[in-house]
Every structure is written in structure tokens, then in C-alpha cells.
């Protein structure tokens, strides 16, 4: 079955740097587009960023530009999201989640999530 | 950017109650309009997709329409496990895809 799993949250102060993972399995990982979505403490869901199926397209939530940068390694099944220069804003539960395609354009299975919290 | 907009942004409902939540967006987005299910402290769940189109194993007493900008989401004799966050979601701007502000069904 399909299944999602992120790692890699966790504390961090502001201006410093974390580094999130999403392994996929249960499907061909490198025929699928894949986004970050995020959700603040008591708030509604953001889209963060997306990667294509073949790691040519990279788009960026507006707030984030310049300092995520989402990555994937079609080799170990693994999606990646690299958050330098975080703010107290980016605290959130962040997940990975597949894209169905371009003729559906939904988020069709996520993963669990993991905590970012940015304070000092 | 495409802005979604759910109202209400909560209802209380009982059980064995019908509900509709509706999600207008900024600009027409022909058909790529999409629902889900979220829990507290879980991950969201594809509901329904392109409108109208049950996900797998989601049970009929949903519901979704609409066209153009204006949509919804019904939900039939509701039951225990219904009561939750609903977001609704635009895919016509792919892949900068925007969800609406969310809408929390609580038991009355």
C-alpha cells in the first residue's frame, strides 16, 4: 500500500536550519510529482512547495522563496525539503504529499507529518 | 493567485443531520475543485475529487458540486465519524495549488 513517512523535525532557532525527509514506498515514486504542505498550530492547510517527477519543475510558496529548497532522490525513494533561515512563522506540522497528476491535480496520499518549531 | 473561500468557517450539526459547506473561488476553475477530511492530529484524507468524485472508500452521504467558482460540499445523516475539519482545494493553478481557510463540522 502506498505510505509516506517523514522525518527530520524538530527545534530550531531562528535564522538556523533543518532538514526534512519523505520515504516513499508502496508505489513507483519516480513517475509522481510531490508537494510540501504545512499547518500551523490551530490553523488551516498551506501549500509550501512542489517538485516534478523528474526533479526539472521546483515551485515555491511566495513566504519561503530564497530560503526552502525542496529536493527528491528517485534512487532511495525520498523526497526532501531543506529550510534554512527559518522564522517563528515557519513553526508548523509539515507534510509530504503526492501529487495525483495532471489530469486530477490533488493530493491523493500524505505522510504523518513532522513538527517544526522555530523559537529562540 | 486563486483565493479559496469556505463559509462557514464552523457548524454544528447532529447526528442523522444534513450539512453543506461552500467553497467559492476567486476565479473560475472549471472542474478542478477538490475536498478533504482532516482529524485532529492527523493527516488531511481525499474526499472527493474534480467536483464531484468520490475517493475510494469514501462513503456515498458525501456529496460535492458546483461548477465555475461556486461549490459545495453535502454531507447526509451524519454520522460520528463526519465530524471534522473540511478543506476544499483548487487545482486549476497547477501545481501552485491553494485550500480554502477550512471549515470545523462540530457535534451539536
Known amino acids: 500500500q502506498v505510505q509516506l513517512v517523514e522525518s527530520g523535525g524538530g527545534a530550531a532557532q531562528p535564522g538556523g536550519s533543518l532538514r526534512l525527509s519523505c520515504v516513499a514506498s508502496g508505489f513507483s515514486f519516480r513517475t509522481y510529482g510531490f508537494h510540501w504542505v504545512r499547518q500551523a498550530p490551530g490553523k488551516g492547510l498551506e501549500w509550501v512547495a512542489f517538485i516534478s517527477d523528474d526533479s526539472n519543475k521546483e515551485y515555491y510558496e511566495d513566504s519561503v522563496k530564497g530560503r526552502f529548497s525542496v529536493s527528491r532522490d528517485n534512487s532511495k525513494n525520498t523526497l526532501y525539503l531543506q529550510m534554512d533561515g527559518l522564522r517563528s512563522e515557519d513553526t508548523a506540522l509539515y507534510f509530504c504529499?503526492?501529487?495525483?497528476?495532471?489530469?486530477?491535480?490533488?493530493?491523493?496520499?500524505w505522510g504523518q507529518g513532522t513538527l517544526v518549531s522555530v523559537s529562540s | 493567485d486563486i483565493q479559496m473561500t469556505q463559509s462557514p468557517s464552523s457548524l454544528s450539526a447532529s447526528v442523522g443531520d444534513r450539512v453543506t459547506i461552500t467553497c467559492r473561488s476567486s476565479q473560475t476553475i472549471d472542474n478542478f475543485l477538490n475536498w478533504y477530511q482532516q482529524k485532529p492530529g492527523k493527516a488531511p484524507k481525499l474526499l472527493i475529487y474534480a467536483v464531484s468524485n468520490l475517493q475510494s472508500g469514501v462513503p456515498s452521504r458525501f456529496r460535492g458540486g458546483g461548477s465555475a467558482t461556486d461549490f459545495t460540499l453535502t454531507i447526509t445523516n451524519l454520522q460520528p465519524e463526519d465530524f471534522a475539519t473540511y478543506y476544499c482545494?483548487?487545482?486549476?493553478?497547477?501545481?501552485?495549488?491553494?485550500f480554502g481557510q477550512g471549515t470545523k463540522l462540530e457535534i451539536k
Open positions: 482545494q483548487q487545482g486549476y493553478s497547477t501545481p501552485l495549488y491553494t
Open positions: 504529499a503526492r501529487d495525483s497528476g495532471y489530469d486530477s491535480r490533488n493530493f491523493d496520499y
